[in-house]
């Protein structure tokens, strides 16, 4: 699957940790950054359409406010993000135009992925972009945005943006080189998962806690990247960061890092958005003959299959849906407002036509709608 995913990428985003392009004391490394560019620029070389994520705009403001630490408050983190984002475009601007390659600025909130149409939009931002040959250097509006500032954000960010801008594969750069049988910063015998075919509860105990002090992610978070990424038919690597060819090597077929396969079914573009673009405003369960009919048949989930309705939700917000036990199976548009779908839960459509004959004929979410996670 490796050299399939390879044979076949001709745009891929790439994503850079603050731990791979920081020094210990929280400086941004201008030697690591130029070694990033150049490894880019020589992709672009050979006609490979690159979108960068990157982290490092706290970092930078740090730098440059004469922090020590790494601030915790959030009006000081805003407040070295927006010192931060003008001096690391800047350092990658200066890098990049020795490879004549041009750069833009993309800065996203959750607001522009959450929302159908700024989500359009966006997408055809980028697309624009590589048209013109520009390589997107993408990362969160962490200035004015509180959510995004905590842990794992670019890690979900840079698969949220594989999706949206349908590159085929995201190449996650970090300070560790793979997924390991084990915390390799605990143990001593671990070996690194060359490939792996599906992220699974087993794959999933294998992640650490979080990373190094000037970083926000963890490995838990690189395998929901590849959770978002391989379910929309894109392929993931994670390599080290640290190395000056691992983004060339990955590239080139070699068998660095960990490689985590797409799936064979690939969601179109707006089953992305719904299954992972997109903010749930509640939980519908559901009993056993709903679940099979949605996820062995792929029919419609119905009101007479409801069995509970959480939260505050209106017609065509997004909900997630659980089994009896309390597994997520699936995420959809909902047709009907939380009220609603709680007087009609477990209904057939003849009892609900007897008595609320307003709500008769819906479905609770339509199957064009729904996007089965299980």
Known sequence: MRQACVAKAKRIVVKVGSAIITTETGRLDRDRLAAIVEQIASLKAR????????????????ERLGLEDRPTAIPDLQAAASVGQGLLLQQYT??????????????????????RE?????????EKLMDFGVVPIVNENDTTVVEEIKFGDNDTLAALVTNLSKADALVIMSDIDGLHTADPRKHDDTQILSEVAEVTPEIEKLAGGAGTSFGSGGMITKLNAAKIVTLAGAGMFLVDGRSND??????????????????ERKMTSRKAWIAFGTVAKGTVTVDDGAKQAMLGQGKSLLPAGVT???????????????????ELIARGLVDFTAEDLAKIKGMTSEEINKSHKELYGREVVHRDCLVILK
Do not use: C, W
């Not at 700024?118 to 980028?126: G, L, R």
């Not at 060339?248 to 799936?263: E, I, K, Q, S, Y």
């Not at 939260?311 to 009896?324: C, S, T, W």
């Open 246 to 263: 691992s983004l060339l090597n990955a590239m080139d077929g070699a068998d660095v890092g960990t490689f985590f396969a797409p799936r």
């Open 118 to 126: 700024h989500y359009v939009n966006a997408a055809n931002t980028f």
């Open 47 to 62: 006609d490979y359409q690159v979108v960068l994520v990157t982290s490092g705009a706290i970092a930078a403001g740090q």
């Open 94 to 115: 200066g890098l990049f135009e020795k490879h004549h390659v041009h750069v833009g600025q993309v800065l996203l909130t959750q607001y522009d992925i959450t929302h």
């Open 308 to 326: 509970a309705v959480a939260g505050l939700f209106a017609d065509g917000d997004m909900v997630e849906i659980e089994d009896a036990a309390g």
